[in-house]
């Protein structure tokens, strides 16, 4: 997982989230941003519900900056 925040840092650690990127036009509520460099491990007993999901193409997307960040 990664953190998703609703303040823009404005720096490359930080990827928005558009409109078009969530499955079923169903956003979060606020404007958010992925934090690429904030993952986190959590165990699935703690997940209470589903907000929403990202595309394919865009978890992509997200996959490949972090692995940028990597190198």
Avoid: C, G, W
């Amino acid at each position: 997982m990664v953190q998703i925040t609703s303040k823009d840092k404005k720096d490359a650690l930080s990827l928005p989230v558009k409109a078009t990127d969530y499955t079923d036009n169903k956003e979060l509520p606020l404007k958010s941003f992925i934090r690429l460099h904030k993952i986190f491990l959590l165990n699935e007993s703690f997940v209470i519900s589903k907000a929403t999901s990202i595309k394919l193409d865009f978890l992509e997307k997200v996959t490949n900056k972090i692995i940028e960040l990597i190198k």
